[in-house]
Each structure stands twice: as C-alpha cells, then as structure tokens.
C-alpha cells in the first residue's frame, strides 16, 4: 500500500477557489472509499467531505456543503475537492485519506497533506 499525495494548496483570498488534488496506487485506491479531511492548528482532524469508491455517492461537512465538490477519477487513482467561496475558517491543512464516514479513526493510508490558507 502507498500513502495518498496530495497537491493543489496554497493562498487564496476569501472567495476565492482552489481544486485540492489526490493521487494514490491502484492498491490503495481501487474499491475504496476516500476523504478528505483538514486540520488547523492546535485542533482536532476535521471531516470535511468523503466519496464511496464509485463515486455515486458523496457526503460533506455542514460547514462546505454547497462551496465544496469532491469527486473521484478511478482511471487516475485520483479524488479531488473543488472548493469554492472560501472562508477563512477554511485556512487549514488538508488530507486525504483512505475510509469512510465523518470520523477520523475511520480512516486509515493518510497522506502528509496540502497547506490551504484563506486571507481575510
């Protein structure tokens, strides 16, 4: 199994959009589901949206939802997050991981995460 890469972060301002990338093996990746979820300093892992391995179906943090679209391409290994009108309470580090739900124990292959920071 290899770790998920994240790519995509960086400065934006608010309203703002960025698309967060995530690239995995096969292994890893094939018939999973995946998520995303986010960190800000001194704070607990945060769910922010997940995809079943499909990609038929999608769930989301009451926090993003409607800003925020994730979306998976099987043939790439790849799940993405298109996050738009960004808030500065979005300014985290964002991971992607291996799982499913809204907890963070249930998931498991983490990446080492993308920087997101939204200016005010």
């Known amino acids: 199994q290899v770790q998920p890469v994240e790519s995509g972060g960086g400065l934006v301002q608010a309203g703002g959009s960025l698309r967060l990338s995530c690239t995995s093996s096969?292994?890893?990746?094939?018939?999973?589901?995946m998520g995303w979820l986010r960190q800000a300093p001194g704070k607990e892992h945060e769910f922010v949206a997940g995809?079943?391995?499909?990609?038929?179906?999608?769930y989301y943090a009451e926090s993003v939802k409607g800003r925020f679209t994730i979306s998976r391409d099987n043939t790439k290994n790849t799940v993405y997050l298109q996050m738009n009108s960004l808030k500065p309470e979005d300014t985290a580090l964002y991971r992607c991981?291996?799982?499913?739900?809204?907890?963070?124990?249930?998931?498991?292959?983490w990446g080492q995460g993308t920087q997101v920071t939204v200016s005010s």
């Open positions: 991981a291996r799982g499913g739900g809204t907890i963070a124990r249930n998931y498991d292959y």
């Open positions: 096969g292994r890893t990746f094939s018939g999973y589901g």
């Open positions: 995809i079943n391995w499909s990609g038929g179906i999608t």
